[in-house]
């Protein structure tokens, strides 16, 4: 019975700040931080109702239930009280310092529900060093502040937990994700599979190229890795493993694609958003720049998952396309995404543009008989879909706090210093730094959270260095996403090992692997401007188009061992040269005024002719056909 009333109570709540999320891109009638502070209200009912229907004893849901009714009566505090707190910031009375304590407490305690251990403990250290840094001598120090004046800095002063990113999260993020819960109520994931399997027939590998397609389309929308798995992975898992795949591979194939969906404009898992506010740019600037890293990302993956196809002879049957259900299922995902993406580039807002999408997706909805949901599995997707948005919004509360502890302490520039020294002024090895710590930031932690984290901690250095800030940001970007692929702690990678029935750490270095692109591609992105679309030399930048996907189809090969058939030796070895000479040339410039990225570049398509020469013989001579997916024809 209570866990009944719970679950409606989660519905309402999800369906009533869905409903205020839509009319507040109409019509303004609140200020920036009243219209926070309901967002956040909004998110606390959610996530501690969700965590008490969770419970399994009395003081669980008791407990859940007063954090519940003290988080929505913190917030209406600062609703109803926005001019005093900003004449009092810095300077707050008593019962201030009490609330904003309150609001501290429970976003941390939110985040942990929502996320585990990582983000909480990464917070109570800069907030730590907040408080006591004045303790440290050296580099690191800073002047005292006291505890007033830090809680109203981190929360009730209307910075720290409100500003720039619980503002993205109430104004831009939320409605995009709701956007993609939407799409499973009403069936576009019959389009994706479908669309999948037209990858299955071009390459070797069969569902595990569908699994690859299908993922991506699912996790570009999504912008969760780990829920993103759990929901696609429940049917792509099972039936790579039934034609023949390992366990890790199946799930590592399965991780890759749902974590490289962020990667993939327009949407980009929603982070995206926060990387046009950090560059004070326009979102359309973004996507376009995300697009041929994105496509290369998934080049490498589907390259990947063919290699481990040659590798362990796996042959699934053909998978037979249902054009009727992909051509009805076209249009609830191709309009609204149209819709979109013109939105954006007109440089409508965001949240306007996910507005509109919403509306058009469920309307088109109605129009099929086979895809019109019914109303109670509509809330039931909207409100599950409002308290993913939670989810994501309550992490970037917390980083809200992370990063004012930055600004305060001047510690963001003294991080910077540090990597700068590090390096020595070396720029390879401020990107092999700022790598390491992208990762390590990112592990267990939202794609949002992690990337902002990395923006404003390692970025400003790399910037410094003399990288343009699009590449900076886009580096740092493509590590935090990858964190949930890299051990130990790759979350996506225990998800999908967790449905597959497989030791987590094989899956985590076999994703890790399948992932190998998304290793290179940043730093291509840093040496080369072609990939983000500001070319500095046109003869170099057609090189580059002709140089990139060529090695990273030569550095998966070498990799993985096989092509079109298993390498011999010296097959594999001309693989790695052809490899290391075509990104070589994609990377280097003139090095005292000497043109070796030409001789580079011709060395490399010689090396990958030799080798695909010599694969196409030895295939001939087995009598294999070169697509062995006709075989199955």
Known sequence: ??????????????????????????????????????????????????????ASGVFGIVSNLVFAVLGVAATGYVLFNIIHLEEVFGYPEPVDVVVGVVLIGL??????????????????????????GHYLTGHLHHRPFNFDYVVSYLSIGLSGIFGTFLGISANQVFLFVVFGALL??????????????????????????????????????????????AVTGAFTIPYMKQVGYKPEHAAAIEATASTGGQLMPPVMGAAAFLMASFLGVSYDTVMLA????????????????????????????????????????????ALPLAVLITMLIMQYSPANAAFWAIILAVALSYVDPQTRPKIGHLA?????????????????????????????????????????LLSAGNLLIGLVLTMIVSIILGCGVPTSAAYTLVAIVVIPSVIKMGVDPIAAHFFSFYFAVISSLTPPVALAALAGAGLAGAPYFKTSLSAAKLAISGFIIPFLIIFNPLLTFNPVNWVWGI??????????????????????SVFTAKERLLATLAAACLLGYSAFRHVDELPIEYPMLVLGIAAFAAT??????????????????????
């Open 612 to 633: 695909l020469y010599t694969q196409v013989r030895t295939t001939k001579a087995k009598g294999e056909p070169l697509n062995p997916q006709l075989q199955n024809g």
């Open 290 to 333: 995300g697009i041929l890293p994105a496509i290369l990302y998934f080049w490498g993956v589907m390259l990947g998952v063919q290699f481990l196809a040659v590798r362990f002879d796996i042959r699934p049957p053909l998978e037979r396309i249902n054009f009727p259900v992909l051509l009805r299922r076209l249009p609830l995902f």
């Open 1 to 54: 019975m209570q866990t009944r009333l719970l679950d409606g109570a989660i519905v309402l709540i999800g369906l009533l700040m869905f409903g205020y999320q839509m009319v507040s891109t109409q019509y303004l009638f609140l200020g920036s931080y009243e219209h926070q502070a309901v967002h956040l209200g909004f998110i606390f009912a959610l996530l501690f109702l969700n965590q008490a229907r969770q």
């Open 543 to 564: 090189g580059t188009i002709i140089a990139v996907p060529l090695g990273m189809t030569a550095l998966t090969a070498a990799i993985y061992g096989c092509g079109l």
């Open 107 to 132: 976003v941390v305690i939110a985040t942990r529900a929502a996320w585990g251990w990582t983000l909480p403990i990464v917070a109570a250290i800069f907030v730590g060093y907040f408080l006591w």
């Open 380 to 420: 039931r997707s909207i409100a599950g879909g409002a308290l993913v948005g939670a989810q994501i919004g309550i992490s970037l509360a917390l980083v809200g706090l992370i990063a004012q502890t930055l600004i305060t302490t001047g510690l963001g520039n003294k991080i910077a210093s540090l990597v700068e």
């Open 184 to 229: 499973g109520i009403i069936r576009v994931n019959d389009f994706f599979l479908e669309a999948g399997k037209i990858a299955g027939k071009a390459f070797r590998g069969g569902p595990g190229q569908t699994a690859v397609v299908s993922s991506g389309f699912i996790g570009m929308i999504s912008g969760a890795a780990v829920a993103n798995v």
